[in-house]
């Protein structure tokens, strides 16, 4: 999890890039525009908290017993994790 801090910096980073690329117009003030950006910055986090503990608690089901942190249980879990992202995604 994203510390506050680091939410507001991403935040105002994320601002910047927008009102410096060329194809984009700014129409609203900076404040509620950095409200929105926490916002879905905030959402997404969440999103990507939930799809950590499924992958987690579907590895730990299998019957072999893989252990956390090995290169096929990071293998596993970056397949897994990716799937459920691709699946929250066509929702």
Do not use: C
């Not at 994320?14 to 700014?26: E, F, S, Y």
């Not at 926490?38 to 939930?50: F, G, R, Y």
């Not at 017993?65 to 699946?87: A, C």
Request: aromatic residues 4%; positive net charge.
């Amino acid at each position: 999890m994203l510390s506050e801090d680091k939410v507001s910096h991403l935040s105002h980073v994320i601002l910047m890039a927008v009102k410096q690329h060329a194809g984009a117009r700014v129409k609203s003030d900076d404040a509620r525009l950095l409200k929105e950006i926490k916002h879905v910055l905030a959402a997404e986090l969440v999103q990507e908290q939930e799809i950590d503990r499924k992958v987690k608690a579907k590895l730990a089901s299998y019957s072999r017993g893989i252990i956390e942190g090995s290169n096929e249980w990071d293998v596993l879990y970056r397949k897994t994790f990716e799937e459920e992202m691709r699946k929250q995604t066509k929702i």
